[in-house]
């Protein structure tokens, strides 16, 4: 199979089954590079739930994408076979059953030596997403976009929630805090102890004044380089809620869509295995522009992956 | 306490902390005789979530509700003292442990010989709810107003959802079927074994189809009469989608808001000791329509209990 | 001048400066019989605002407007010479001296022998404009259709809201009251009196109930017939707020719009002087349904004109 | 293959790539019985655009859909395999090439002797889907429901356009005047002379006065047998616009969801050969209500085929 | 009392009766430092009226907020006792009476020496706030976020109006201009004249452009200290429509959510005794950023009180 | 004649019969400078239509528009006397007889030595606008904003689409792509030959990361000059979607509304002879802010006319 998108200028962008980026949809078995599926569960949010609906929204949407990606100079569909893998099954009112449905489908991805994109559903995905890749590629190096540190405790007495996976993943020894940056962070914060498990475990924190406080040329020359294999989870509340209002959580105050694509653009990572983008919530995404930015995303997590 | 609503003619109903129909808020300690509260929880839906911000919203559009019931001829709040009593505690992405914190709730009220009105949440809440009536007035008479049977058997492996609750209160002996009637059932069906529980049960269904094909006189006069200690569960499904589009699973061919009032209004219950309003789901709901309805149902509940 | 609706058929309904049906705009002088005009005032309201931009969005929505009227075998515009007169001047933070403006330009309209249709706004422009009328005509015959009286007392400390006008136009003499009727109301009430005005001046009022509890032929044989100099005010509210969505104060319960179209037709008025249709909000008119009603209740009010 | 929907007991309705019916895709070589297909083509409609998108609303509300019709006791992916098509290719900027796309796609499948539904798209769609059912049936019966007669002349200078369809059908001979109806008419009309056409022909028009003057029954009762192959198209704004605001050209004053329903269930087709959806617009289609309804009258139409 | 927000890992955010910051509603009597307020008023808007439901939308958005703030390492719920008050009484229709019932409202306040946060209600509710304040402490410093002068002259006759209140607040002497700056301002202008107002009295204009010729920081540092009793007035068309859709006179090229952060957090007040954030008009808040921005800077404002 | 807009302080800005900034109509006889016009054609687009409604929501919102531009320091209306033309004639379902129709009535204008600024529709009539244009100045310097470089080719054995205008614009010669600009460029691109018909024909294309690369001010001293007649066709969705949700085909990534003023007023244009807002699409445009934003753009086209 040839793993192309169908052709907008043959077929209208707005026709056709949904896929992601008009893919063909693949089992497991065939010969594609990369996986796109879709985890539809928001069943761990703590405000504004919908996002169960953004694997959808988001396959809708990508129909405006495209393959060739300027200021890279790259062809991603011609480096890249990539495919619609449907979506993980959930179970959307139990997010422990839901977590081993998503590690078994993702184990039998991995062992089948594909890489992969998930389209979440709410930030709780992630964990049971990086288990799977911690049995296959070992402790990860770790990129993570969001406003929110999720590294929160317990709330209302359940340890595993949207805001608790990237503690747990730390804790797990999934990730290596020390290869593990976190791209938007701005609170709001419940006390002053939020950001002590970041200190503690050596995490690098970019909060917005960090991004902000010189040239973004300059910010993007810091970042570091990422060198073994390494996950990166996109949690579009890292955006203002100006470009992202189609989500559960938003925190003023953040990142634009402009200095998102420049940041993933210039991120140095050798060898991005896998990626997610979360939170998306549809019913309070006006114009769909939260979902197109997520396609934006995938885009570059394509790219990244091409190159590496 | 005086347990009237805010009057309108002095404080414009835009204004004011809101409270179901203005009314002060009090403790189960105080004097009232209903105590309304919200159940924030929609843990259990299978399809479009929300309802977990419909106490919030209707408490918001009952602010255009008044006190007197004209074709009652009813003033309401002089005959029952009224009060909010907040919201009911719940752990938003746990299902079991929301029950038991709904149960403890309520039958801290009912301990107190207090009456209460729920404004969910969606419909899994109902039985927790009606544990409580159980342990406090025994098997109850049961009147279940839904587009769906809510009888259906487990989904994704868990026995407890938003669509099971009817029969599990069925088969916990919390209610008589004998003494229960579904109103506004339409399916739509998955197979033909969908209604057997009901048959062998013994609950009447008064489908769509039952209440038009005669003169809806007729049908009402036909409605039975519960003398025990009822309960009265409103989902909000039983209206058509142009009446109610702010719900999870919205069915066509549903009832019309003056069918509701004039069902409501032709109930000949004795003794409602309990009752709820469930899957309103406010981001749903364009211009408020439907929590203005549940806000309606809610009056007609108040003035059924004021009765008996 | 022709004063004919611009042709859909050669010039694209989308198309075109908006105007009231795609007529001609004219000034007070000109040789029509009908003159349609807006008054975007909506600083009476006691809950939801927003009908100030209801004459630009009724202009808009009369674009989908025809000319013949099928039931009645009519062709309006070739019957009467109907023009768009623009906006009453208004002042949008002051009641009183928008009043005073109403009633300049209406009495200049009707000095000018002309009939009118006004397009609220709010409900508190019709005192004004009755006020005009009945310098004009004298005491007029009042059809009223509304789910509220619009006889309620003072409100805030202020006699003049959009819920008093009725009381006023009867204690001023300007309306018949025995030569009124009021269509569609069911409240909500606040108290039992609410109806005693109407019962007192002998306003017979037409609840949904008693529309609704026989066939609606028979309701519609029953309306009275107005033989003297009639005028018309039609709060959208009175529909079900599943039809008319976009409005101030909605009421569940309220008419179809079949029913509003039937009775509309069934009103036998020997000379409707002048109307209105009030309490379009286009903030909450979802998919502009509630407008394209107005637009029909302005086309069947041209339809009354024509024939007398 | 099996052709039976993906269970919502077991992947949530949220979940999976979206399908008509959540049925598999097939080729139209595959051993299927009906075809659902999408004509995303929205460029002859004279007012709201938006079309283009209901295939793929459609698909995502028909996750919602269930297999069982209650009424009817029959369980209709038991009885017919019933397939998603696709999209038929469009030129989104051309209606005549569209209109060829459309009746070489319809060709192709009427050759390997399938039955199908299309999803429109705009009304202009129907006439190159009745071209080829011609040249496969020949003269056929035709169910028309609409509130616009569809017979209307040259509108911009253009002989083809969503208004003029039936004329054409019926000029053509693609359809027996004879043998056809329209039901839910209801103008609004330019001119007296709108009607002439179906007079001349013989077409029988149902207004919506016609169905609204006696009893539901009573109508149900005198609708024509249809014993020939049958073509059924049904035009959302037949509902009124409460029930279906997501549309091009809405009209005040139309069918309910449930009488669409009783409708649809009480025709006597012997044998359905194809039929059609239209004119759904999801840009105005506030909480997917008219979608919802478009589902249902599938649902229907699947429903008459599996019985002839 | 504790006055502390009651805990979102406890009760979830959307739960709960709202009220600002989820904090304890409290008497003027009681114990706090601050008190949070609303003033459902819109009756001096010259365009989209709206404002009169912000302090509702407000409080349910501020569930969102929290008590930490990272930037300051600032705990504000342990450094000041803040209460909600509930609404102020307004006249919906009557700005004369409402500015009356604001001007007792807030004496009482102050008599009781508290100091406060007002959410409007549109910016004619700033002038009453400031004749108190003027009462208790003098006359102030006047801190103004803006997107207009509101030193606008008579309109529609009317002298008082929400775009007037900046010209009386200096007329009246209730704030020192040469201690006064206006933030954001960049028209649109009726005249060249407009600037004259401020040119003459002193007042400093930042405009749009002042922010951004240079870099932030350099701003930043320009601003100058404001030492005596302050009041900051915050209307949300400061910021760009991008950021702030849900207001009623929105002008294109304003300010970001992070500038306007970061200049809240960069001013120098020793007292900050009141302050308000007005013109949030929630029907047009698509996804609620622009009341979610409205609750950040509320929560800086308490920032700037906490520490002085 | 007076051309001056309606004054918003006498009439309020949600009143009157909408026109382009409030202007008077008028016939291209009379003796204005520039005419504003509506050209509602979306039957080019590729994905969302709608932008057949801009020319009235364009109207509607340029209600808020004002004469003096600060910056600036001019009073345009004294110094251009403006008009509004009403829309021009289109066929919304031919192309190809639309593209007549426009040079048809530009051919009028120009005719009488007008100057115009035309409101889209899609930016397929930029070029028969051009074509008019041609016929009366020749080959103009073109000034082009838009996220996409629209010299794309065939779409769906289309020719003309609204992504190719611009490559028809200079192989018909129409303008001169030496002094032709494209601003706001950033893809999504099909393949890497999107940039080759630019850099063979000499266009200069400034892609969002030549504009943000350096400073702003940089960038815009940069800018060459136009001499010679000008045209400048400004596609909305140059902009960011968060600035411009209500658009076509939106693109992340883009410019901000604070940009595009600077752009605009930084542009050396000796005689800008027309030009054009295009891609506005009502149906996607949340609160209006993308018809606002068209607005200021015409408003500095209209400052850009005054000048030369």
């Given at each position: 199979m040839d793993f192309k998108p169908l052709s907008g200028r043959e077929f209208p962008r707005f026709s056709a089954i949904k896929t992601f980026f008009r893919l063909p949809v693949a089992e497991v078995t065939q010969a594609f590079d990369v996986g796109i599926f879709g985890v539809p569960f928001d069943?761990?949010?703590?405000?504004?739930?919908?996002?169960?609906?953004?694997?959808?929204?988001?396959r809708e949407t990508s129909s405006l994408g495209r393959g060739f990606?300027?200021?890279?100079?790259?062809?991603?569909?011609?480096?890249?076979?990539?495919?619609?893998?449907?979506?993980?099954?959930?179970?959307?009112?139990?997010?422990?059953?839901?977590?081993?449905?998503?590690?078994?489908?993702?184990?039998r991805l991995l062992l089948?030596?594909?890489?992969?994109?998930?389209?979440?559903?709410?930030?709780?995905?992630?964990?049971?997403?990086?288990?799977?890749?911690?049995?296959?590629?070992?402790r990860v190096n770790f990129i993570?976009?969001?406003?929110?540190l999720d590294t929160y405790p317990t709330a209302w007495g359940c340890e595993y929630h949207h805001g608790s996976f990237a503690r747990h993943a730390v804790e797990e020894g999934l990730v290596d805090p020390h290869q593990m940056i976190q791209i938007g962070i701005r609170g709001p914060f419940v006390g002053k102890d939020d950001l002590?498990?970041?200190?503690?475990?050596?995490?690098?924190?970019?909060?917005?004044?960090?991004?902000?406080n010189g040239s973004l040329a300059d910010f993007l020359n810091g970042l570091p380089e990422f060198t073994g294999p390494t996950y990166?989870?996109?949690?579009?509340?890292?955006?203002?809620?100006?470009?992202?209002?189609?989500?559960?959580?938003?925190?003023?105050?953040?990142?634009?869509?402009?200095?998102?694509?420049?940041?993933?653009?210039?991120?140095?990572?050798r060898k991005l295995v896998a990626g997610d983008v979360v939170e998306v919530s549809p019913p309070y995404d006006t114009s769909e522009i939260t979902s197109l930015l997520a396609v934006d995303?995938?885009?570059?997590?394509l790219c990244l992956m091409s190159a590496g």
């Amino acid at each position: 199979m040839d793993f192309k998108p169908l052709s907008g200028r043959e077929f209208p962008r707005f026709s056709a089954i949904k896929t992601f980026f008009r893919l063909p949809v693949a089992e497991v078995t065939q010969a594609f590079d990369v996986g796109i599926f879709g985890v539809p569960f928001d069943g761990a949010v703590s405000y504004r739930p919908g996002a169960r609906f953004a694997p959808s929204q988001v396959r809708e949407t990508s129909s405006l994408g495209r393959g060739f990606h300027a200021s890279r100079g790259l062809q991603v569909f011609d480096r890249l076979k990539v495919a619609d893998l449907g979506d993980c099954p959930t179970v959307p009112i139990d997010q422990s059953q839901t977590s081993q449905r998503i590690e078994d489908f993702t184990d039998r991805l991995l062992l089948a030596n594909k890489r992969f994109l998930a389209v979440g559903g709410d930030h709780s995905i992630t964990l049971p997403l990086l288990r799977s890749v911690h049995r296959k590629h070992g402790r990860v190096n770790f990129i993570h976009f969001d406003a929110h540190l999720d590294t929160y405790p317990t709330a209302w007495g359940c340890e595993y929630h949207h805001g608790s996976f990237a503690r747990h993943a730390v804790e797990e020894g999934l990730v290596d805090p020390h290869q593990m940056i976190q791209i938007g962070i701005r609170g709001p914060f419940v006390g002053k102890d939020d950001l002590d498990f970041a200190r503690q475990k050596g995490i690098r924190v970019f909060t917005i004044d960090h991004i902000r406080n010189g040239s973004l040329a300059d910010f993007l020359n810091g970042l570091p380089e990422f060198t073994g294999p390494t996950y990166l989870s996109f949690d579009v509340d890292c955006l203002d809620p100006a470009y992202a209002p189609g989500t559960g959580t938003p925190v003023p105050g953040g990142l634009t869509s402009y200095e998102v694509q420049r940041i993933l653009r210039a991120l140095r990572v050798r060898k991005l295995v896998a990626g997610d983008v979360v939170e998306v919530s549809p019913p309070y995404d006006t114009s769909e522009i939260t979902s197109l930015l997520a396609v934006d995303v995938l885009f570059e997590m394509l790219c990244l992956m091409s190159a590496g």
